[in-house]
């Protein structure tokens, strides 16, 4: 079965600041897809970004981008110049190729962009 | 833009009702899903269908039931609600042969079971 771990639940950043969340997940599959979601307070939950773990070049959406480390199973994300906008819950999830849909999710962190 | 809507943002039932929870896309997705979300446990997967009239447990199908009639249409059904299922409930959806197997959600019903 596979893990994923948000180790920071919450985490705060000025505005225009940088700021990292750390994930780490665990599988024993080769190929797989690695996804940051985001969930503003009382909204929908978006994609952010994607990852394909056979693409070793780190994926990038404006101010977003991954780290991904795949011998360390580690998938943090940095949002750049973050903006007020930026609030919400961060989740990390995966899904194997092998496993279909079956997506699996962090426990979130809640990141809070401050004026 | 895909649309996922779930019938109620905010609902408050009694022990021992009977609960539907329901969810439409309006993108002809074959795959849809139901996950409940709880503080520090992030996203689990109650039931999915990869059709109509398909479905397949998740990590967490106890005390749940699904329906799938239509295509566009997904239904979480809580037989008898108790209070530790009160939560916030996650309906996505996906298309089938997409390879990035990216979901889109709906804006969620929070759940208050008393």
């Known amino acids: 079965a596979q893990t994923v771990t948000q180790s920071q639940p919450e985490m705060s950043v000025q505005e225009a600041e940088t700021v990292t969340l750390s994930c780490t997940y665990d599988?024993?599959?080769?190929?797989?897809?690695l996804f940051w979601y985001k969930q503003p307070p009382s909204r929908q939950m978006i994609l952010v970004i994607r990852q394909e773990a056979y693409k070793q070049q780190n994926a990038t959406e404006n101010r977003f981008s991954v780290n991904f480390q795949k011998a360390a199973k580690s998938f943090s994300l940095k949002i750049s110049d973050s903006q007020l906008g930026d609030t919400a819950m961060y989740f990390c999830a995966s899904v194997p190729q092998a496993a279909g849909n079956k997506l699996t999710f962090g426990g979130g962190t809640r990141v809070l962009v401050k004026p | 833009d895909v649309k996922v809507t779930q019938s109620s943002r905010y609902l408050v039932k009694r022990t021992g009702e009977k609960v539907f929870l329901e969810c439409v896309q309006d993108?002809?997705?074959?795959?849809m899903f139901w996950y409940r979300q709880d503080p520090g446990l992030g996203l689990r997967l109650i039931y999915f269908s990869y059709d109509v009239k398909m479905k397949e447990k998740g990590d967490i199908p106890e005390g749940y039931s699904v329906s799938r009639e239509k295509k566009e249409r997904f239904s979480l059904i809580l037989e008898s609600a108790s209070t530790n299922q009160t939560s916030m409930y996650l309906c996505a959806s996906n298309p089938t042969g997409r390879q990035s197997y990216e979901q889109y959600f709906g804006p969620g019903t929070r759940l208050t079971v008393t």
């Open positions: 993108m002809d997705h074959e795959n």
């Open positions: 599988t024993s599959e080769n190929n797989y897809y």
